[in-house]
């Protein structure tokens, strides 16, 4: 089974890299795209900070978070349960979401960015971001579902 978390977290990796790439070469920055009308554009942006240029600039923080929450999603998944396949999918979500946008963070000082959502005030984010989420989702069913048992080891 470990073979399906490497190729998933790989996979994870190349997509999100292979769709920055393809935003920072074929879509203009500050330009506007409408993917689905009223819905989903595309907007190419790059962010020295976190959601809502939150802490912009700050790269030394960033850098320091990101390899802190780095070894810690690898230890928490080293020790996860291996029957646990929610928690550890969730683990490797974030994982792939940090490494993500920290690959672009160290390469570039920033993190291109590229959905935005039309229907509400929502910060401009990526495909890293989306795993992010995904992560914290998984993390939270795993814990609505958790049995009784492994509650208590």
Same mark, same amino acid.
């Given at each position: 089974?470990?073979?399906? @978390?490497? *190729?998933l977290?790989?996979?994870?990796? *190349?997509g999100?890299q292979?769709? /920055?790439y393809?935003?920072? %070469?074929?879509? =203009?920055?500050l330009s506007?795209?409408?993917?689905?009308?009223?819905?989903l554009?595309?907007?190419?942006?790059t962010n020295?900070?976190a959601?809502w240029?939150? #802490?912009?600039g /700050?790269?030394?923080?960033? @850098?320091?978070? %990101?390899? *802190?929450?780095v070894?810690?999603?690898?230890?928490?998944?080293i020790?996860?349960? /291996? /029957?646990? @396949?929610?928690?550890?999918f969730s683990?490797?979500? #974030? #994982?792939?979401? %940090?490494?993500?946008n920290? $690959?672009?963070?160290f390469t570039?000082? @920033? *993190?291109?960015?590229?959905?935005?959502?039309?229907?509400?005030?929502? =910060?401009i984010?990526n495909?890293a971001d989306?795993y992010i989420? $995904?992560?914290?989702? #998984?993390?939270? $069913?795993s814990?609505?579902?958790?049995t009784?048992?492994?509650?208590?080891?």
């Amino acid at each position: 089974m470990p073979i399906v @978390y490497i *190729v998933l977290f790989i996979g994870l990796i *190349v997509g999100d890299q292979s769709l /920055k790439y393809y935003v920072a %070469t074929n879509i =203009p920055t500050l330009s506007f795209h409408e993917f689905i009308p009223g819905i989903l554009s595309l907007t190419h942006i790059t962010n020295t900070g976190a959601a809502w240029s939150m #802490l912009e600039g /700050k790269m030394i923080f960033f @850098y320091i978070v %990101t390899i *802190v929450a780095v070894i810690i999603l690898l230890y928490l998944f080293i020790k996860s349960d /291996k /029957k646990d @396949y929610v928690y550890r999918f969730s683990l490797l979500f #974030l #994982l792939s979401g %940090t490494i993500g946008n920290a $690959i672009d963070r160290f390469t570039h000082h @920033y *993190v291109i960015d590229m959905f935005s959502l039309d229907f509400i005030n929502f =910060p401009i984010f990526n495909l890293a971001d989306t795993y992010i989420t $995904i992560g914290v989702i #998984l993390i939270i $069913i795993s814990l609505i579902f958790m049995t009784e048992g492994d509650k208590n080891n």
